[in-house]
Every structure is written in C-alpha cells, then in structure tokens.
C-alpha cells in the first residue's frame, strides 16, 4: 500500500475541474487523480496535462453510477489505505432555452447534483485520512434560490439541526411536486440547477456538523463553494472567469494548511466565508 497522499477530483475532464486538477498536480504534493465518466475523454485530459508537463493519473467515475464510485472507493482503499483530498465537482445544468419540461430537468438535474454528490460522500468520506479535505463545488445560485423559498423551506435550510435524511426528503419531495406541477404551490423556486445547490450547500454544512461529532480529532475540513462565473461548456464564453481563475477558491480549500482549523462547513466564494 502507497503512503504517498491522494487527491481525486470529479468530473474533471474539462472545465474548472481540469483547472483544479492542473492547480493541484503544480501545489498538491501527492498523486492526483482526474475522474470522467467517459474513460476516453479522461485519459484525452490527461495527455493534455502531460503535454503542459503535468503528471495526473486518472480513474473512471460516474457519480450517477453507484457500482462506478464503489470502484473507486475500493481502488483507493487498497492502493493508499484512504484519501487525503476529495473535491465534488462533477455536475450538469439545463441551458435557459431548454425546453425539456421542467419535471424532467428537476430529475436529471437533483440526480447529478445533489443525488450523485451524496453518494460519492457516502462511499469516500469514511476514507478521508486525518487532516483530510473536503470541497463540494455549489453555485452562488443556491443563495439566491434559497431566498426564493418560502419561509418554512429557508427555516428547515438554514436549520442547524437538519439531518441529512430530512435533506434527503425535501430533496425528494421537490422532485415530486414538479411531476404534480405544484412546486409553486408549495414554496420552491422555480430552479432546479438552484435547487440542486442548496442541496449540496446544506449537505455540506450538514457532513461537516457529523464531522465534528464522529471525528473531532481528525482536523479534517469540509466546505462548500462558489468558483465564481466561468467561461465553460456550461457557463458559456460570456462569463467572467477563466477555468484556471475559477479553480481558485476551490483549490484554496482543498489545500488548507494542516494548522488550520477554519474554514469548516461554510459557504466560501473568492475564499470568503459567505453567510447563509
Ligand atoms: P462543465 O464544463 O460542463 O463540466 C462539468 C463536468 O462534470 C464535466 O467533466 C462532466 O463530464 C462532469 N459530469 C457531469 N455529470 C457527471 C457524472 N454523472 N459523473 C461524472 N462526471 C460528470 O461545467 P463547469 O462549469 O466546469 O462546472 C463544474 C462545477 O462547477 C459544477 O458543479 C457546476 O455546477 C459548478 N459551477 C459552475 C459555474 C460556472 O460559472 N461555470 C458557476 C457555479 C458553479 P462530461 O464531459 O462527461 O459531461
């Protein structure tokens, strides 16, 4: 078993998590693995981190896929004894004009996002070594679609005592009441890629909560964040951030010194704790 310290990104073949892995591979002083779900498109990202003088490795994931991150859980369990790094990166969003109904995009949408995310935690937080960190990539658009619920939605959000399988219920229970056309009616925005957000901003304030309860000792840090708006397949070419420049805050948290001890389980955007 490898001693060496590990750190995998998901859905890094392209976009801010390339930008993360290529940050890491330069600072991280460890193996890095980019994950796709697409072998081909991993190991061509691959090669292009090489021709830049950058060795990362790769392993296949998808997160909508459960046998997948079994496969890597037991890959890193058996090759380095854990994982030193996680960054939850991975997602998908409908374009604007897209004229999938909108039950159907809450579906596929919360699936990857928030339902894929969790299981990834699911499988590789209990391998998170000591000093471990933890980075779920969430959007801004989680704040402003939490201030698009109503009131007793915002209150179970912002709970300090939600559990994750209430999360996992509300989560849930948006899904549902797009198919019943009545999640208007019942208090939810009218975004699914936001809602999928605040999913993936309250689970992570939720694991960091559990963290503090199971692995006190451990100093291993968990938050959530915003990498800004960035030119990507899914932000498109009018966005204000290059990937590597997007890749910053989330980089900046999977690489908190071993002394640190703050920040764990907020909202950072531009490496600024944000309030929720
Ligand atoms: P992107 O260019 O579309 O890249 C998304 C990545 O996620 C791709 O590598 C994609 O793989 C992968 N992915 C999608 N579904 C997956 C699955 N089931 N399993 C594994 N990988 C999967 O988007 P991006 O802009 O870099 O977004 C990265 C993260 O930042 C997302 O979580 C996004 O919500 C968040 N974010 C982005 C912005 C922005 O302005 N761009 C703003 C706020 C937050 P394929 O190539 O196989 O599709």
């Known amino acids: 078993m490898s001693s060496t310290p590990v750190a995998v990104v998901t859905g890094s073949n392209k976009g801010i998590g390339l930008a993360i892995v290529r940050a890491l591979c330069g600072r991280f002083p460890g193996h890095v693995y980019l994950t796709a779900r697409d072998p081909g498109r991993g190991q061509e990202a691959v090669a292009k981190l090489q021709q830049e003088g950058l060795q990362a490795f790769f392993h296949q994931l998808d997160i909508d896929d459960l046998q997948s991150i079994k496969a890597l859980r037991d890959f890193l369990k058996e090759k380095y004894g854990g994982l030193d ?73 912002r709970s300090d005592t939600i559990t994750e399988e209430e999360l996992v219920q509300l989560m849930n229970k948006f899904v549902e009441d797009t198919k019943k056309g009545v999640h208007d009616k019942e208090g939810w925005p009218n975004t699914a890629y936001g809602v999928s957000k605040i ?70 955007i531009d490496k600024t704790v944000q309030p929720w």
């Open 85 to 157: 790094v996680l960054v939850n990166n991975a997602g998908i969003a409908f374009k604007v004009q897209d004229t999938t109904p909108f039950a159907v995009q809450a579906e596929v949408t919360l699936k990857t996002n928030f339902f894929g995310t969790r299981n990834v935690c699911t499988e590789l937080l209990p391998l998170m070594k000591p000093y471990g960190r933890v980075v779920n990539v969430s959007s801004m658009v989680s704040s402003s679609a939490l201030r698009g619920c109503s009131q007793p939605l915002q209150q179970q959000f």
């Open 199 to 268: 999913g993936v901003t309250v689970l992570s304030r939720i694991q960091a909560r559990m963290l503090n309860e199971q692995r006190k000792g451990d100093h291993i840090l968990l938050n959530a964040c915003c990498p800004g708006w960035v030119r990507t397949d899914m932000a498109g070419p009018k966005a204000t951030k290059s990937p590597d420049e997007g890749a910053e805050t989330p980089v900046y948290l999977a690489l908190l010194p071993s002394d640190a001890d703050v920040p764990h389980g907020q909202f950072v």
